[in-house]
C-alpha cells in the first residue's frame, strides 16, 4: 500500500499562529492538512492567514485547513489558502471578500502573539496591505493547482463562483463615512443600568419586608399573684382499653416490644489429651505387723500412684495365707497372689514408667507397696472449651439498653404515643453458648437475647388527669399558668402499669395568653400596659418594643407573654 502522501496535524485551541507555522514547517510532507478545532481563534485574523500562506509558500508547503466554520472560508479565500470541510473531502480556495482600507488599518493593530521574530511584524503589515482593492477571483479548478487530500486520482474541484464585484470598493469609503455619522446607542450601557435599578428595588422590598414584618417585636411581662401546686397523680395503664376512665384513672396505653440479641467471643482455654491411655502391671506387698492376721484384699478400682500420676486396678488383689518372709522387727511380709493389671486415669505419654521394676505405693494402705510397669500411652493434645471460657464470654457482652430505648421510643411516637420513659425495662437475658463445656472448639461464642418494654399513652389523656388534679387544690377564679407537664418525673410501682406522675404547677389570674396577643396587636406601650391592668389579679405590666423605630404591637407571632411565676420560684414561664 502506498504511504500517505499529505501530513495531518491537529490545531490545539491555544495555539499562536508562530506555533501553527512552526508546525507546518515542521512536517516531513509538502501536503500539510490542518485539522481545525471549533471556534479557532487565531484562524479569525486576515493577518494571521496570509502570515500562514506566505510561510508555508516559502517552504514549498501546500496547505489545506480542515474545518466546517463558514466565517474562515472568506479569509482563507482572500489570501488563497484551500478549505475543505472533511479531511475525505474535496479541498477549494473559497471566494475571498472585498477588504477596505479600514480592515487593513485594523490589521495592523492586530497583536499576533509574543514570539515573532524581529521584522516580521513589518512583513505582516505589508502583507495585509497587498493587493487591497483586488478581490481574489482565485479558485480550485481545472485552471487552478489540484490538492488532493485522499488520494483519489481523476478527479477535478468543482470552480468556485466568481469573487464579488470590485464596485464594492468605491462604494465603501462612502459608506464608512456614512457610519461615522450615524451614532449608535450603547446597549450594554443600558442593559447594566437596568439591571442595577432592578436590584436596588428588590433590595428596597426586601428591607421593607425584614423592617415591617420580621424585625418588630413585642415582649410582654405579666406579675401576677401567682402560686405553685404540687400535683401527684397514680395511674394505671392499660393496653386493652381505647378510652380513658378519669374516674379510675385508668388510662389506655400500648406497648411496644423489641427483643435484642448480643454475642461476645472469646478464645477456649482449656485442653484435653486423647492420645491412648497407657496400661500395664503390678505386683502388690504387704506386710502385717504383731497381728497374726493375713492382710485384707485390695479391691478392684483402686488407685495406684507413681510420681503423682494415677492408675487404677482393674481386679481385686489378693495376698497369700502365709508370709513370704520376715521383715523388720515384727512385721511379716506377704505376697499377692497373681499380678495386678492397671491402666493409666487419663490418656498421655507422661503415665509411662521407664522400666517394669518402677515402684508404686497404694493410697489409703500403707502397709501395701507395688512394682511393675506401664507402657503404651500417647499425647493428642486438643484445644477444648472449658466452663471459664463461656463465663468470660458472658462477662464480656455489652447490652445497649439505649440503643433498644431509642427504638422503641420511635416506635411509639410514630402512632402519636408518648413514650414514658420510667416504664421502660428489659426482660430476664436468655444465654445461650455455642458449644458446651469439654468441646473441642477453638473459640465459644455467647449469645444474650434480651426483650425490652415501653409503655406509651396519648399525651392529652395525662395532661386531663393532671389538670383535673391541680384545679381540685386551687378556687375556680384561678387558672392554671403552667401544669408542669413538660418537666414532670413518674415512678413505676412494683406492676410496670401502675405509675404516677408527679409535677410542679403554676396558677393564677385566668390569662389566656393567646386571646391577650390578638387583643393588644397594634396597640402603643400604654394601651396595652392599661388594657392588662384591668384584671385585679396582675400587679404589674412592662412592655418592650424593638427595633427602636416600632411603635405599636406586631403580628400576634411576633409578641411574647411572660407570666411570672411565684416569687419563691422566680424563672419566667413563657407563652
Known sequence: MASDPKDTIYIDPEDEITTVIDKVLDSPKKLVALVL????????????????KRKSSEAGKDIVLVTNESSLRPLAGNVGLHVAKTLSSKPEIPVAPVITNAMVEAAEDEKIGEDLEPGEEDALRDIGKEEISKPSTKAAGPDSDTIELDNTEGEETKPTDTAMPAVALASDKKTDKRSKKLKVPDFERFRVIAILGGLIIVVLIILWILMFKVWPHATVSIKTDAQNVNATVPFT????????NQAEAVVPAKLAQETKTYTATVNSTGSQNNGQTATGSVSMTAEECGTGVAPSNVPAGSEVVQNNEAYITQAETAFNNLPNGRASGNCLTY????STSITAQNPGAAYNTANNNTSFSVPGRSDVS???????????IVTIVAQQDITNAENKISTDTSGAKSDLTSDLTQDNFYPIDATFAGGTPTV?????????ASSVTVTETVKYTLYGVIKQDLVTLLNSNILSQVGKNQNILNNGFNSASYTVGTSPTDVTIISNAIVGPNINATTLKSEIKGLKAGAIESLIKTNSNVSSVSVSLSPFYVS????PSHITINIAKPTNNPSNASQ
Do not use: H, Y
Open 432 to 440: 445461650s453458648p455455642n458449644a458446651s463445656a469439654g468441646t473441642a
Open 37 to 52: 478545532p471549533s471556534r479557532a481563534t487565531v484562524f479569525q485574523s486576515i493577518v494571521n492567514m496570509k502570515l500562514l
Open 335 to 338: 505376697l499377692a497372689t497373681s
Open 370 to 380: 507395688a512394682s511393675g510397669g506401664v507402657s503404651g500411652g500417647t499425647d493428642d
Open 552 to 555: 405599636t404591637a406586631p403580628s
Open 237 to 244: 395503664l392499660d393496653p386493652s382499653t381505647n378510652s380513658l
